[in-house]
């Protein structure tokens, strides 16, 4: 399994032949979506889901009902090509996956929380699990957990404890364009400190691999 990070949220994983893109964003360049053989968008915010890159490959696309919806409006030739998937569900990218959790983290009282799916996805026996915007656990042993380190909806502290009882000898850093690298800096010295003989902590500039 290659992993490269493209962009704030965007995750590329490429094994086999298949190229399983997640959540390119608003943030994210549109070469993110190149050779896509799938997609995945964890849920409807701007900042993972970008109607225009969606539109600009062919690759069939996997959501939630309300990404979905806004898909039919925005760009219903994209519409043809995107399934729906439930809470648990496991489906077929390519490689297997499976979509974890339902809701989207609150961010305050006052702003509607959105559907949000996260996804584990498997390749060449290693387990990668992208959480969207949410506190959700993937419910297996993974490989490789994408922690989103900064964000509206989040503390450094939470940020901590999810990385922790999620528990991966790997974790990688993403949702990262909130903070200035001055305040990313803090955050990778106090996650890196807090997984100490848990498992390895990084955080990618963008394009950089695995």
């Known amino acids: 399994m290659r992993v490269t990070k493209l962009g704030h949220a965007c995750i590329r994983l490429e094994h086999d032949g298949h190229v399983i893109v997640i959540d390119p964003g608003g943030f994210t360049e549109r070469e993110a979506v190149d050779g896509a ?4 968008i964890t849920h409807e915010h701007g900042d993972h889901l970008d109607l225009g890159h969606l539109a600009a490959t ?4 996997f959501t939630v009902e309300g ?4 898909i039919r409006v925005g760009a219903p030739a994209v519409a043809e090509r995107t399934t729906v998937v439930a809470p648990g ?3 077929d990218v390519g490689l297997p996956a499976r979509a974890v959790g ?3 983290a609150v961010i305050h009282e006052s702003i509607p929380v959105p559907s949000n799916s996260g996804y584990v996805v498997s390749a060449g026996g290693t387990t990668l699990f992208h959480p969207g915007d949410s506190f959700e656990l993937p419910g297996e042993d993974v490989d490789l957990f994408c922690l989103p380190v900064s964000a509206p909806w989040t503390k450094l502290a939470e940020v901590m404890e999810h990385a922790k009882a999620v528990g991966a000898p790997r974790t990688l850093a993403v949702h990262d364009r909130i903070l200035s690298e001055v305040g ?4 990778d010295d106090r996650v890196a ?12 500039p963008d ?3 695995l």
């Open 37 to 40: 053989t799938a997609v995945l």
């Open 58 to 61: 062919d690759a069939p696309v």
């Open 67 to 70: 990404v979905a919806a806004q």
């Open 89 to 91: 569900e496991s489906f």
């Open 102 to 104: 339902e809701r989207h």
């Open 184 to 187: 990313l800096a803090l955050t």
């Open 193 to 204: 400190a807090y997984l100490e003989g848990i498992g390895d902590y990084v955080r990618l």
């Open 207 to 209: 394009g950089a691999e």
